[in-house]
């Protein structure tokens, strides 16, 4: 499904990725961990386009996306949500979705109002999905930190993703809301969606991950299942340490 | 804050008809301007014209400014782009008045393209300052270029067909021009296109994240916010008779702004409003006077300090106050 190999990407003489190289399977939960500064976001950035890579490949099935556009990336499949919340602060809740709606269909260029009543249905079908479809009406700005970041991977299914890139989905959550992210992500590969994420939770990453890829400074040091991970991390005490 | 039940109030969760209950007033307000031409003296339709021709020029920018959240600092560029180019065409060749309307606009708006190409590709503050770079250019053009614009002196008297000669004449066709732009417009802003291009407002980052091509989107909308600028700027030749160079000028585009301050961006009649108000100021004032940048000064300061949200999103913020369910109308 995707297939990195060695990434690499500075920023003013900092290798913040340092030729980055692992897989994600389709239909499966792939955790990506490592201490802050590790490269995590920087390579989310990458594979979504929003930052592009001196050098490496990027390969979502067998197409070398290394380079591609932000817009372009979603539209061939891969959506995500990010660190910091990213909502459009001025709009509905619904619009949010319905605005990730409509360009998904090619239609974020229409004049017709009729476009718009015609993907509300979805939009709020998406919204019940995420547990927000009580907030239809409430400006995005206004919502509580968990539940933009809910909005977010709800904006993010809009594009029907193959592919679904979460930059830790449930930081700043309370205990309810990230066991209700948990169990959403849970339910994505039954439904098609391959899942990559970081996360400094682990409790939440040994219980989600089917894989987990292991990065520091800028490399990938160790990848596998949890508990080969575990096993390896074992050996890396210092590390470990830090993280669980 | 007790308030009447009247045109404004709706209930929590039940969505409101509209932020003016609907269109029976502004049927109401369509009909009395339809009929003012019947009892008011000349001189009140010339300038009944030049606020019409005012409102359609600041919700042009505010198209681009308000939902566009693009900092155009120099919309008086497409204004006065129209207006020279129905000068031109006019003055110059034999062609009929309905060449004229759209060589306006079509002016304005190659303007826009070739212009907002270099613009969109830059932020903010910096974004700004290249409109206001490039306007200063189109400018110093139509100040300098003697042979052609007429330099200093600009263009006048401009020939206008007979059915527009008389301020009557004129009257209803800037009525009708800005009615029916207002009209498109608001349809713009509230389809996907304005849907999305006010998501980019919010956050470019994330727009282009949900798979949306941010610079196409957004120099198509400062194309047709250009384009309605310069249908503006027809209107006004056809109101005032003549063009010069300060149709162009930075202080014209300023002023622009301040109407958009004054009646509040987040409302899509606030900016007309806001030109209402600030004409018929200059009027009560004496007509531009050398002080008449004084006073907008002094206007920029109280609204700065009193009035932020312009005084439509004001008065909305007053109205809504007691239903937190609303949100901001767009």
């Known amino acids: ?244 | 804050m007790v308030r009447p039940a009247g045109l404004f109030s709706s209930n929590a969760g039940v969505t409101a008809p509209g932020p003016y209950g609907g269109a029976w007033p502004s049927v109401g307000a369509g009909a009395v301007l339809l009929f003012l031409p019947a009892v008011l003296p000349d001189y009140y339709l010339y300038l009944m014209a030049g606020i019409f021709v005012a409102a359609l020029l600041a919700v042009s920018l505010n198209f681009i400014l308000g939902y566009g959240g693009l900092l155009q600092l120099s919309q008086a560029t497409f204004y006065g782009a129209g207006g020279y180019a129905a000068a031109l065409v006019l003055t110059r060749t034999g062609l009929p008045f309905w060449v004229v309307l759209p060589a306006g606009p079509l002016t304005a708006g190659v303007l826009a393209l070739v212009t907002g190409w270099f613009c969109v590709r830059l932020r903010r503050l910096y974004f700004g300052m290249l409109t206001l770079a490039l306007g200063q250019l189109v400018w110093a053009l139509a100040g300098r270029w003697y042979a052609f614009t007429g330099g200093d002196n600009g263009i006048s008297p401009i020939p206008l067909p007979g059915f527009l000669s008389s301020p009557r004449g004129g009257y209803y066709l800037a009525l009708v021009v800005m009615l029916a732009s207002l009209a498109v417009l608001y349809r713009l802003v509230r389809s996907p296109f304005g849907l999305t291009l006010q998501a980019i407002r919010d956050n470019p980052v994330r727009a282009a994240g949900v798979g949306i091509d941010v610079q196409k989107h957004q120099l198509t909308a400062f194309v047709v916010s250009g384009l309605f600028a310069g249908l503006a700027g027809v209107l006004h030749v056809v109101v005032a008779g003549s063009v010069d160079p300060s149709l162009l000028d930075w202080t014209k585009s300023a002023e622009v702004l301040i109407m958009l301050l004054l009646g509040g961006m987040a409302t899509f009649i606030g900016p007309a409003v806001g030109a209402a108000i600030l004409v018929l100021l200059s009027m009560v004032l004496g007509v531009y006077t050398g002080y008449w940048l004084l006073v907008l000064g002094l206007i920029l300061v109280v609204l700065a300090l009193f009035l932020p949200q312009g005084i439509v999103g004001f008065l909305e913020e007053r109205l809504s106050e007691k239903n937190p369910a609303d949100r901001a109308v767009r």
């Open chain 1, 1 to 244: 499904m995707l297939r990195v190999e060695g990434i690499t990407r500075s920023f003013s003489g900092f290798r913040a990725l340092a030729g980055v190289g692992f897989d994600a399977e389709r239909g499966r939960v792939t955790a990506v961990i490592g201490p802050n500064g590790a490269g995590k976001t920087t390579l989310f950035n990458v594979l979504t386009g929003h930052l592009k890579p001196d050098g490496g490949r990027i390969l979502f099935q067998n197409n070398n996306i290394a380079g591609a556009k932000p817009h372009q990336v979603f539209r061939l499949g891969v959506a995500r949500s990010f660190q910091l919340t990213n909502v459009f602060n001025r709009l509905t809740v619904l619009e949010n979705v319905q605005v990730a709606l409509l360009s998904r269909a090619g239609r974020s260029g229409s004049l017709s109002r009729g476009s718009l009543s015609e993907c509300a249905a979805r939009a709020r079908e998406l919204l019940d999905r995420v547990g927000l479809d009580g907030w239809a009406g409430q400006n995005a700005g206004r919502l509580s930190y968990g539940d933009q970041k809910l909005l977010e991977i709800g904006m993010a299914l809009a594009g029907r993703p193959e592919l679904l890139l979460l930059d830790e989905p449930t930081a700043g959550m309370s205990p309810e809301e990230t066991a209700a992210t948990a169990g959403l992500i849970r339910r994505l590969p039954g439904e098609g969606v391959t899942v990559l994420f970081t996360e400094h939770d682990m409790d939440l990453v040994f219980g989600l991950a089917d894989k987990i890829v292991v990065l520091n400074q800028g490399l990938c040091i160790a990848q596998g299942p949890p508990d080969e991970v575990r096993a390896i991390a074992a050996v890396q005490k210092a590390y470990l340490g830090v993280e669980a």
